[in-house]
């Protein structure tokens, strides 16, 4: 079984996809909103605390930090546990192993589908949006490659972590609340709602130790221009390994989610 | 047992359910401690079949029909037993097993519910990597069989059950597998359309040579489909073997359809039971055993005004019922 039937459904999943155009369209509005809403937010806090950089951020990079962060979350977005959740609740688990593939690469490749229309229809506008309002500056050309490679290294990151809360539905059936909470840590840990740098020294040499930080935090640093091109290499490397390791969890979570959901015969 | 499509031995399913009384301060209850009872579905089933063959697959409600398929469709990890389908364990070896094989649950939906069953045909030739020529011929043919040109073209959420059950087959059996599971494959279907689909299994049959094993509770299937039935009930095989053994085997009455012109006496003959009657019509039911139908009909000629014999068969529903009945009986 070679690439195409992937490629087939990859399709199925951009076709799927397409059926929720509208929730992309209404997030196309809401993004550049949330944006204004962190600028004015940290405008006012800059203007209170009369500083002009805090932690290591000036009012400028902190709305770029912002903006970035979208950008990154659009590629890392993975229901994966939703749609799984669902499909085990539905009855329609029971369909997709019946089809020659594994069930991780099925909901992979779907996911793969979807996102790359979640990216065409809201990257490039929030990218715009970025340049002309908020003083987003274009990276260098070596950046800009890493951090695409690094975005896409962060989805896989994502979307194992997805896939594991994914997979208590095994057990579990309802994982609403722990999908709530998953969605909370992944944001706020990965540097979604404030940067990073303004958790406290140990904290954040713990975060190095966490899948997290890899998933946001990580590519938004690297566009920006912050580390080194062999400290790039090495934020890359560690995501690689991340994503490597998580692999192999997931598969072990699944051998025996799989015998459990056999074994119990729904 | 080297050319045989299935071989199942001594196959056990062990169920644990779970128990709940109602009530609001049971379920809280249930939050701490659950309790169960363990439910034996299958008890040891063994049967084998051969390539070609369509073998009616029939039982109660929770007889452990949908366990065996299941279990051979390689979704389900029996408890025990050994099963060998198209030389692969099904549990073990699926992504490669499952290529050879359809599958079509009549209760569950297997077509992607947001887009129209074309879709997932073309999905079903790249993930089963069907030549294109071959998957368009195909295709075609499925789709003139069973009726449905414009249907395919409507995403499956808009399609009624019996539409979405005529496009599930064709996805069933569009990468042509040696050997098909059907679930229940014509719950809901109106008399026209399950025509077709029987037609439909037949001509694939017999064209390929493909095995179905098909679970049912309409004998109409039964009839047109199968030359073997397995009988299933309370987990274990209590009959295996062709549809015309099981007629000499459990037919011991026949029944007589006849109508009079005119009716002068009343109707009395040994071994011959009166079922329904009414002014121009009898319902006789006649124990083979006791009297012959040859004796009967010329008595009936002989004595009455005979307009109309049938003679018939009892229906296949009332061996059936006493297949169960026995079995059941047996066990208490």
Redesign the interface.
Known sequence: ??I??K???A??GY??GI?YRFHFIVSMITVPLSVLIYYFLWKSIFSYTSQEIIRGFTLEGMVQYYVLSMIVGFFVWADVDKWLSQDIK???V??M??????LLCQYLVFEIGINSLGILIEMIPVFLIGFIFFGLKVAPLFNFTAFLVSVTLAFFLSFFLSWLVGLSAFWLQEISGLRRVKRTLMVFLSGGMIPLTFFPEVVQKIFHFLPFEYIRYVPIKIYQAEYSPLMVLAQLGIQLAWIIGLYFVCKMVYSKAY?EF????T | MADNVIHVKDLK?T?KTYKREEGFFNAVKSLFKREYTIKQ?LKGVSFDIGEGEIVGFIGPNGAGKS?TI?AL?????PSSGVVKTLGYTP?DE???Y??H?G?V?GQ???L????PPL??Y??N?????IPKDQFKKRLNRMIKLLDVEEIVKIPVRDLSLGERMKCALISALLHNPRLVFLDEPTIGLDVVAKDKLRDFVLEVNQKFKTTFIVTTHDMGDIERLCKRIIIINNGVIVYDGSIEKIKKEYLTHKHLDVTFNEMKQKFKLKGCRIVGRNDYELKIELDTKKQTVKNAINHLITNYDVADIIVQDPPIEEIIKKIYKEHDGNQK
């Open positions: 079984m070679g195409k039937s490629w087939a459904l399709k199925i076709k799927v059926k539905g009855g329609h029971t369909g192993l019946l089809q020659p593939m594994s015998k056999v074994g119990a015969g | 399913k169920f579905a366990t299941k469709a390689g979704v389900l990890f549990w699926r992504t490669e499952v290529k094989i599958v649950f569950k939906p297997q992607n519910w947001d887009l879709d997932t073309w999905l030739k790249e993930l089963y990597d």
